[in-house]
């Protein structure tokens, strides 16, 4: 299938790029795929192309080469294949890009192409992801959501383990969603990237628990990406001068930092995730050093070692 599909946008890109009707052989040679070693292998295959494009809805025509329509070919006229002007205004430009990055399916955003079809430009802008990826997620949100507002117990998989959740909410963060509530193992609260879970199932009747009283979401979920996990570290990192502000601000509120005489700072923080801290680490390249525990500091030795 992977082979057909490339065939067909080899042959797309093709047909969109000539201004003139292309013959069979013009086609057989130039386009990446149809090296057949017999003309009957090649006809048969592009007979089923040509009906896969128009099936898809793409106006392939066959038109006369010459005027006196001798030799024809194939075209895609641009007028039947292009979308018309839908005659947006730029208020509505703008509400529509803010929606297509509001909510993500398959796993990525849609890109700024979409938007100059459209007659519009890209809106800029920096950071962190406006959207909420329900990309791997989708199929889950909406029984976790209803789970949530009956009050339901759900089982579910995660890290290849069986889990058995209250759940009291579900909050968007860094571009993921999370479900929060009490843990039937640990007898804790937990939370738990949606995408990563799967075999979700309800396990009981509705109003099975009552959610905590002033119980908050976002100050359960861990802040930083190092936070989310089942380790328990306690990782010391030295900060050069020239990054520590941007540490300090990355940092969560808990870390100890003490500030030397030259800007530099070191900072204690609990680690639960090691390959997520050791992602962060690398970005500050040789500013930043962990001084400890040192199965941490080795971990992060081999990562940098491997990667040259």
Not at 13 to 20: D, G, K, S, V
Request: glycine share 8%.
């Amino acid at each position: 299938m992977r082979k057909v599909i490339e065939r067909l946008l080899n042959l797309l890109a093709f047909l969109l790029t000539t201004e003139r009707p292309v013959t069979a052989d013009e086609i057989r040679a130039t386009v990446a795929g149809y090296d057949q070693s017999s003309d009957e292998a090649f006809r048969r295959m592009f007979e089923r192309d040509k009906d896969l494009l128009r099936q898809m809805g793409i106006p392939l025509e066959r038109n006369p080469t010459d005027a006196w329509e001798v030799e024809f070919g194939y075209v895609i006229p641009n007028d039947a294949y292009e979308m018309p002007d839908p005659g947006l205004t730029d208020e509505e430009r703008a509400a529509l890009w803010l929606a297509a990055q509001a909510v993500w399916l398959g796993g990525q955003p849609s890109g700024p192409d979409a938007v100059l079809k459209l007659g519009g430009s890209p809106m800029p802008g920096a950071g962190e992801p406006l959207a909420a990826n329900l990309g791997l997620a989708a199929d889950l949100l909406g029984d976790l959501f209803a789970a949530v507002s009956t009050r339901r117990t759900v089982r579910f998989a995660y890290r290849d383990k069986a889990r058995r959740l209250d759940p009291y909410g579900l909050v968007h963060q860094r571009g993921h969603w999370y479900v929060v509530g009490r843990d039937h193992q640990a007898d804790d609260i937990r939370s738990y990237r949606v995408d990563r879970a799967t075999a979700l199932e309800f396990a009981g009747e509705e109003h099975a628990f009552d959610r905590p009283s002033g119980f908050s979401v976002r100050e359960v979920l861990p802040k930083a990406p190092w936070e989310a996990g089942q380790e328990d570290l306690v990782a010391t990192v030295h900060f050069d001068q020239s990054v520590a502000w941007y540490a300090t601000h990355q940092l969560p509120g808990h870390a100890e930092i003490q500030e030397a005489a030259d800007g530099a700072i070191e900072a204690i923080m609990q680690v639960a995730n090691a390959e997520a801290f050791i992602g962060w680490m690398i970005g500050f390249e040789a500013s930043a050093e962990i001084l400890g525990p040192p199965a941490l500091r080795q971990a992060m030795i081999e990562r940098v070692a491997g990667s040259r």
